[in-house]
T-cell receptor, first 119, second 112 residues
Framework: EPEVTQTPSHQVTQMGQEVILRCVPI?????FYWYRQILGQKVEFLVS????????KSEIFDDQFSVERPDGSNFTLKIRSTKLEDSAMYFC?????????????????FGNGTRLTVT | GENVEQHPSTLSVQEGDSAVIKCTYS??????FPWYKQELGKGPQLIID?????GEKKDQRIAVTLNKTAKHFSLHITETQPEDSAVYFC???????????FGSGTRLSIRP
């Protein structure tokens, strides 16, 4: 079964450094998302991306964050200047709702996440 | 704003017994309600979902119910097994491309 893959599985970075988290969504999916989960807490929405632009973002997703789909397969999350409080598990997700025969609200498929540790 | 409340935060049941997790949502425009299971070190995995035009859905030992009037939905797991131990998240979404809002999670432990 196709799956969302994320790299790296664990990233350690120093405060103030830039970090890029990478994701390869499922190939026929149209909508892409980043979520984060601080240890022991709920999964929080960051941003959604469709047709090469951001469709929605949360208040967490400030100017330090950006997303890109540079080559039609990878979907990246960049944090420009990391802070200690950015330490979390970051999950990429994708889904498709395209086509006449696809049901509305198709399931969201998550990757296994990148654990980001900011020191 | 949109919010999903989930209870209980932890749940311990004897193997073979049933487990029930309950959620409420605030956004009356929500019409899609998935449930995710998260095992240690992994991303959330969809286990079952329900749409607003349906009141109940069952898949083997798992069932979900939805009360749109009360904005409540629940997950029921019958004949629990050790491999059911995990964190379970309810979630709600408005429409096909909208973000999914998660509840705070329930850590389910199955006692042998």
């Amino acid at each position: 079964e196709p799956e969302v893959t994320q790299t790296p599985s664990h990233q350690v970075t120093q405060m103030g450094q830039e970090v890029i988290l990478r994701c390869v969504p499922i190939s026929n999916h149209l909508y892409f998302y980043w979520y984060r989960q601080i240890l022991g807490q709920k999964v929080e929405f960051l941003v959604s991306f469709y047709n090469n632009e951001i469709s929605e973002k949360s208040e967490i997703f400030d100017d330090q964050f950006s997303v890109e789909r540079p080559d039609g397969s990878n979907f990246t999350l960049k944090i420009r200047s990391t802070k200690l409080e950015d330490s979390a598990m970051y999950f990429c997700a994708s889904r498709t709702t395209g086509g006449l025969w696809a049901p509305d609200n198709s399931p969201l498929h998550f990757g296994n996440g990148t654990r980001l540790t900011v020191t | 704003g949109e919010n999903v409340e989930q209870h209980p935060s932890t749940l311990s049941v004897q193997e073979g017994d049933s487990a029930v997790i309950k959620c409420t949502y605030s956004d009356s425009a929500s019409n899609y309600f998935p449930w995710y299971k998260q095992e240690l070190g992994k991303g959330p995995q969809l286990i079952i979902d329900i749409r607003s035009n349906v009141g109940e859905k069952k898949d083997q030992r798992i069932a979900v119910t939805l009360n749109k009037t009360a904005k409540h939905f629940s997950l029921h797991i019958t004949e629990t097994q050790p491999e059911d131990s995990a964190v379970y998240f309810c979630a709600a979404s408005r429409s096909s491309a909208s973000k999914i809002i998660f509840g705070s999670g329930t850590r389910l432990s199955i006692r042998p």
